[in-house]
């Protein structure tokens, strides 16, 4: 099934912090399938349980995939919600299992990184695209004409944020 196309620009608005985590892994050697494959295969019930739970923090992913590396974009509504989730059985056994067969073997690689993003201190633009990014884990809203630059909308949103309310 296609995604819905949504045509002319539209930014996401966001007024609350944004909890921004990517996280992914790199296939250092292609023939240790042994190594890297249960690490790939990891992630697909964590994300079925991120996604069943609705009241956990987590509100949506991006995924993307080159020649050797995964990286998913998480958003998430709180850092304390994204830490919980780390504690959370699922998680802890995945890790618990990568740590126990792959920790120092040069394999496979794994990463993540984790961005507070301040009320206000974004910036987002989509043109022409689906529901995408911050905008599908927050709200989707149509750029007005006549905004300015992403420049000025971004100061504009450091002087006047967005009234403190997700519908």
């Keep these: 099934m296609a995604a819905k196309i949504f045509p002319g620009r539209y930014t996401a608005k966001a007024d609350d912090e944004v909890i921004v985590f990517l996280i992914g892994m790199r296939i250092n050697k292609w023939l240790a399938v042994h190594k890297w494959l249960p690490v790939l295969l990891a992630m697909p019930p964590m994300v079925q349980e991120l996604y069943s739970q609705k009241d956990n923090g987590f509100f949506s992913l991006e995924n993307f995939i080159n020649f050797r590396t995964t990286l998913m974009i998480q958003y998430w509504r709180s850092e304390n919600e994204l830490y919980a989730y780390a504690r959370a059985p699922k998680h802890l056994k995945a890790w618990r299992n990568f740590n126990r067969k792959v920790k120092d073997n040069p394999a496979v690689g794994i990463f993540h990184e984790?961005?507070?993003?301040?009320?206000?201190?974004?910036?987002?633009?989509?043109?022409?695209?689906?529901?995408?990014?911050?905008?599908?884990?927050?709200?989707?809203?149509?750029v007005l004409p006549n905004t300015a630059s992403a420049k000025q909308r971004l100061r504009k949103k450091e002087r006047e944020p967005f009234a403190n309310s997700r519908s």
């Excluded at 974004?122 to 927050?138: C, D, Q, R, S, T």
């Design 114 to 142: 984790t961005y507070k993003v301040k009320d206000g201190a974004h910036e987002v633009i989509y043109g022409n695209m689906p529901l995408f990014g911050l905008a599908k884990a927050y709200q989707h809203v149509p």
